[in-house]
């Protein structure tokens, strides 16, 4: 009971606080609100970046490898020359691992072409990504489909004249949503569409950019470029394991069977590197700890000011409530009572200070996601972290001066 009327009296004399001088009080709050707000601003930005950057490289999948020229973990303008120097991964890399294999569920190699031009009558789409994959693309990088299918085993086969298109450039060409079936003509050739991908949507780092793209069956783009060892064409295997195995035990097992495919030696170094999504987000998670650092420091310069104008604040409710404070011990009130009921006030004002920068935080985010096309947002650990911070910074900043006033002597408060 006491407990209670402890926080319906710090309540009432913390409203009594911000409506008597509305401007002292809007003041007073704005520090510790605007610390909150770099605080949680900065956690929630970096949380929101590094779970959409994460989800861009995790569509390559877990539990794949990608067999290419330079490795992820290293600047490709650090070694340049050694890298282009190095044969492109082909068909026989593939066929070797399809054939020999243990620990691989599937393999699929693919080539890339950036900024191209496709067309239909007279309308034209500027620099899509055009992709040439063979048979087991889709069961090593999950593709969805809006309207129609994947290639037949035939079509690879026979390198047929068919592409798949991504959402956005398939929007682009039929803009009523009448893709497949239709002809275009890309680098020459004419093609008949047979499928049209989901949409992927917006995200920060588009590692392959779907909806822009366009797949061609391996055989097909092999009509329309040279595509050997030495090629400048962007070329990879990639090599989804079977369920439950082992990625560090299946690297080995692939450089065992491409070293001898490429007439490696056994002391000679290897001229491919075998990457996965986890050497990047690796990479993420280090960088955002750091920003995340070093946004919590800033917030807390801000809310050490906040703290010192709640302190004065209730420095000026003591005084002003002196009298009060006699008059309360004299009837009664025990110093611990006083003590909660100071320290409460603080914590209250705090309080609404920080929800107040949180409601700051989750409107910028708000406008932000809107703006730049992908979610950004407050979670629940942010806004706890939040509503934590606002009570520490209350009992830091309300500890001297609930003291002070417990401290008081009856008589000579009543007196003032």
């Not at 991964?89 to 693919?110: C, G, H, M, V, Y």
């Not at 391996?218 to 394991?241: D, E, F, P, Q």
């Not at 404070?325 to 110093?335: E, N, Q, S, T, V």
Request: hydrophobic share 45%; net charge neutral.
């Amino acid at each position: 009971m006491i407990v209670f009327r402890v926080l319906k009296e710090s309540l009432r004399q913390a409203e009594q606080q911000l409506v008597s001088n509305k401007l002292r009080s809007f003041l007073t709050l704005l520090g510790i609100t605007i610390g909150i707000f770099c605080v949680i601003a900065v956690l929630s930005a970096v949380d929101s970046l590094e779970d959409n950057l994460v989800e861009s490289f995790e569509k390559l999948g877990n539990d794949v490898l990608y067999i290419d020229k330079n490795t992820w973990t290293e600047d490709p303008g650090t070694n340049y020359w050694k890298y282009m120097a190095r044969p492109s991964p082909n068909l026989e890399d593939l066929k070797a691992i399809q054939r020999k294999s243990k620990l691989a569920q599937f393999a699929s190699l693919s080539v890339f072409i950036p900024s191209s031009q496709i067309k239909t009558g007279r309308t034209y789409v500027e620099g899509a990504y055009f992709a040439g994959i063979t048979e087991d693309y889709d069961r090593v990088i999950k593709m969805e489909f809006e309207d129609g299918r994947y290639f037949s085993s035939a079509e690879f086969q026979n390198g047929s004249d068919q592409i798949i298109v991504g959402n956005k450039l398939a929007t682009g060409l039929f803009p009523r949503g009448d893709a497949v079936g239709k002809e275009v003509k890309a680098m020459g050739r004419k093609f008949t569409i047979v499928g049209v991908l989901k949409i992927e949507g917006a995200s920060l780092i588009n590692i392959m950019p779907v909806d822009e793209a366009a797949f061609f069956p391996y055989k097909t783009m092999r009509k329309m470029i040279n595509i050997n060892s030495n090629s400048s064409w962007g070329t990879m295997l990639n090599v989804k394991a079977k369920r439950g195995e082992d990625l560090e035990e299946m690297k080995y097992e692939l450089a065992s069977i491409i070293r001898p495919v490429r007439g490696l030696k056994p002391r000679d170094e290897d001229n491919f590197a075998i990457n996965q999504v986890t050497m990047l987000t690796s990479i993420i998670e280090s960088v955002f700890k750091v920003l995340n650092i070093a946004g919590f420091v800033i917030g807390l310069f801000a809310m050490l000011v906040g703290a010192f104008g709640v302190a004065n604040i209730m420095f000026v409710s003591v005084k002003e409530r002196t009298p009060l404070i006699g008059i309360k011990m004299a009837l009664g009130a025990k110093r611990y009572f006083i003590l909660l009921e100071y320290l409460a006030e603080a914590v209250i004002l705090c309080l609404v200070g920080g929800i107040a920068g949180l409601l700051m935080v989750w409107g910028i985010l708000s406008l932000f996601s809107i703006i730049l096309h992908f979610e950004m947002y407050i979670s629940m650990t942010n806004i706890l972290i939040g509503v934590i911070l606002s009570i520490i910074i209350g009992i830091i900043s309300g500890i001297v001066p609930a003291l002070h006033a417990s401290r008081m002597d009856p008589v000579e408060a009543i007196r003032k």
